[in-house]
């Protein structure tokens, strides 16, 4: 090769490199321009947090870049609506989505945009109906997680499973598929995978906040600015879910905020007994093969929209 083609090989090939930097550059600045983040998921000392309405705010305000959050405290909008009054007298930069998570007779159910209690102890189909009676929206929580322990004082996590998914295919109107408790990364991995290779509902994200520097280990990303722009890019299938690291500290902070609970729950599971397993209607390949699927899935999108 002579040095004049070399030359020009080299210059098309630092161009190249130039207009790829520039390309993924004003991407990032176009997201950071024009999308948000929500956390709609994130409990208070209203039901089972240790962290205070008050305490809650202040973390979001000061150490994270959420613009829209949803307290979702276990069958209570008590801790919601009192959020909502305090975030709009102080002035805080996000605005908060009032929510409830929803223990029903098939699981927890999230329901957001609420203005009022939806009553505890109902089918899921019944609660999803009571929802949307207020306008609000219906998520399935952590749907693929349940743990089988037991405790008479606080909630459990409980997702309502495959079957009532799919019974409520067209009631719910999104699933929790990234939830950022560090121990359900397989219920997670279930849940995306469940969802896009059969339900095809819109995706979110939550913390699922017991604590508050855990808020914003899960969230959704979403175009806009405000909790309606949140609303309109769930009900369009225009969300993201994400999740954010854990550290080694914050892991060890959150075990230890969690000790309490699990040694209780430890002891009336063994008194009593554990819940009864929720059969799965299906059998799930394992997360490598579940990953791989995801991720052939995701190329071939890709390709079609470079195709078009």
Not at 154 to 169: F, M, Q, R, S, Y
């Amino acid at each position: 090769m002579s040095k004049a083609k070399a030359k020009i090989k080299t210059h098309n090939h630092n161009m190249s490199d130039a207009y790829i930097a520039s390309t993924v550059e004003g991407i990032f600045d176009y997201v950071e321009s024009n999308f948000s983040k929500a956390d709609i998921h994130v409990h208070t000392t209203y039901s089972d947090s240790a962290s205070s309405v008050e305490e809650v705010l202040e973390f979001i305000e000061q150490k994270t870049d959420l613009m829209v959050i949803a307290i979702t405290d276990h069958d209570t909008i008590s801790g919601a609506y009192k959020a909502q009054q305090i975030a709009r007298k102080n002035k805080y930069r996000f605005e908060v989505v009032i929510g409830e998570e929803v223990s029903t007779l098939d699981g927890h159910i999230l329901g957001l945009f609420l203005t009022k209690q939806i009553q505890p102890g109902l089918s899921a189909h019944e609660t999803i109906d009571q929802i949307h009676k207020q306008k609000g929206l219906a998520i399935a929580a952590h749907p693929f997680y349940q743990s089988r322990l037991k405790d008479f004082e606080e909630p459990v996590a409980d997702g309502v499973g495959a079957t009532v998914l799919i019974n409520e295919k067209h009631g719910f109107d999104a699933l929790e598929v990234t939830n950022g408790t560090p121990v359900f990364g397989k219920a997670n991995v279930k849940a995306k995978y469940f969802n896009r290779m059969l339900l095809l509902k819109p995706e979110v994200g939550g913390s699922d906040a017991h604590i508050f520097y855990a808020i914003g280990k899960g969230y959704t990303l979403f175009e806009g600015k405000t909790s309606q722009d949140l609303r309109k890019a769930i009900i369009g299938r225009q969300t993201q879910a994400l999740k954010a690291r854990w550290y080694p500290l914050g892991l060890l902070k959150y075990a230890y905020a969690f000790l309490p609970h699990a040694l209780r729950m430890a002891f009336f599971t063994m008194l009593l007994g554990p819940h009864p397993k929720k059969r799965e209607l299906i059998n799930f390949p394992s997360r490598m093969k579940i990953h791989r699927e995801l991720s052939t899935q995701k190329k071939h999108e890709h390709s079609v929209v470079r195709n078009q």
